[in-house]
Structures are given as C-alpha cells and as structure tokens.
T-cell receptor, first 114, second 112 residues
Framework: DGGITQSPKYLFRKEGQNVTLSCEQNLNHDAMYWYRQDPGQGLRLIYYSQIVNDFQKGDIAEGYSVSREKKESFPLTVTSAQKNPTAFYLC?????????????FGPGTRLTVT | QQQVKQSPQSLIVQKGGISIINCAYENTAFDYFPWYQQFPGKGPALLIAIRPDVSEKKEGRFTISFNKSAKQFSLHIMDSQPGDSATYFCAASSRGAQKLVFGQGTRLTINP
C-alpha cells in the first residue's frame, strides 16, 4: 500500500530532551512537509522540502530541525529550544511544492513534553 | 495578507440538514482553494478543491461555492450525516508559493 507512515503515534519526553519524529513515504513524492496542529489554530507549517538535501523554513521553524537525506524520509527533531513542544505533529507529501497538488497526510504523532 | 479566516469554529447540525462553513482571504494571488477533512486522531485528507475560474464545484453531497469579488469561499454539505462529523479545514495557495495556508478549522458535529 502507498502512503505516509509516522512513528510513533504517541511520544512522551521530559523537558530539556531533544526528540526525533519519523516520517516515511512510498508515494515517490518530491515534496514533504511538517505541520504542527494545536486546538483552534489550524495547521502551521514548520519545515518543507522540495528535494533531497534541501529544505526551507516554514512559519514556525524556531526550535525545530529537519533533514532530507533520502527522498522517502523527512525526520523532524524537536529540540529543547522549542518553548511549547506539546502538540500533534503531522507529516505530509505532495508531487511537488507548487501548492497546487494534493497533500497526503500521515496519521500524526502526538508529542507530550512534561 | 497570507491568512485564511475560517468560521464558525464549531458547528452542530441535525442529521439531514445542510452544513455550511465559510472562509475568507485577502491575498488576491491565491488561485487554489482545497478543503480537507480530518477525523479524530487521523491526518487530514483532501475532500474537494476549486480554482477561481469557476464559481461552484460539486462532488456528491459536498459543494464549494466561490465568490472571487468578495474573496470568500464556502463548503456546503447537503443531507449531513453522522459520519460527516469531523474537523474541516479550508486552505489556499498561489502558484509558486510552495505552501498551503490553512484556516483555523471547524469542528462539525452531526446529531442523529
């Protein structure tokens, strides 16, 4: 089956620890995205990548980092510098980044930092 | 100017009724307007999308109405069913912008 997988579904961390969220796609899509979802705030773009070894900051990149070493994979690291990391994180992919193609979303990872 | 404003934040409709969710934008360069549907604990999925060369697009019970002069677009769900209960997001983008701008979301509840 083609699609996007995110793991784990739930993640718990202590404050001050970095944590990496996994995102893998087998859709052969060039573009990949990370969003953060908080109640009442919609989906906010953290980072996106058009192609391997290239990525761009989104609207709320502070405290986050990404890598794109393989076309299929786009992991997100939530660093200790992120002031309010508890949220639902969604990974997405699309054929390219022009914005006019459907974005396919993964099932999300709910991160809780205490 | 990059914002998309969505209303209402939550909506309760009786089974069989019409659900209407509205979005407004300022950026006249936007030329692609998708709606996404998200069930609890899941990622959003594309429901229907419209480009500004048409004023309405219908797919089954779901219709997008687009008013270019007012810079508004809306989602109408006819004969709403309990299975339609979900959060709905409108979005917009312009060619070359490299990203979608999402509205704040509407939590729709259809009472049986």
């Amino acid at each position: 089956d083609g699609g996007i997988t995110q793991s784990p579904k739930y993640l718990f961390r202590k404050e001050g620890q970095n944590v990496t969220l996994s995102c893998e796609q087998n859709l052969n899509h060039d573009a990949m995205y990370w969003y953060r979802q908080d109640p009442g705030q919609g989906l906010r773009l953290i980072y996106y990548s058009q192609i391997v070894n290239d990525f761009q900051k989104g609207d709320i990149a502070e405290g986050y980092s990404v890598s794109r070493e393989k076309k299929e994979s786009f992991p997100l690291t939530v660093t200790s510098a992120q002031k309010n990391p508890t949220a639902f994180y969604l990974c997405a992919s699309s054929i390219d980044v022009t914005g006019h193609y459907e974005q396919y979303f993964g099932p999300g990872t709910r991160l809780t930092v205490t | 100017q990059q914002q998309v404003k969505q209303s209402p934040q939550s909506l309760i409709v009786q089974k069989g009724g019409i659900s209407i969710i509205n979005c407004a934008y300022e950026n006249t360069a936007f030329d692609y307007f998708p709606w996404y549907q998200q069930f609890p604990g899941k990622g959003p999925a594309l429901l229907i999308a419209i480009r500004p060369d048409v004023s309405e697009k219908k797919e089954g019970r779901f219709t997008i109405s687009f008013n270019k002069s007012a810079k508004q677009f809306s989602l109408h769900i006819m004969d709403s069913q309990p299975g339609d209960s979900a959060t709905y997001f409108c979005a917009a983008s312009s060619r070359g912008a490299q990203k979608l701008v999402f509205g704040q979301g509407t939590r729709l509840t259809i009472n049986p």
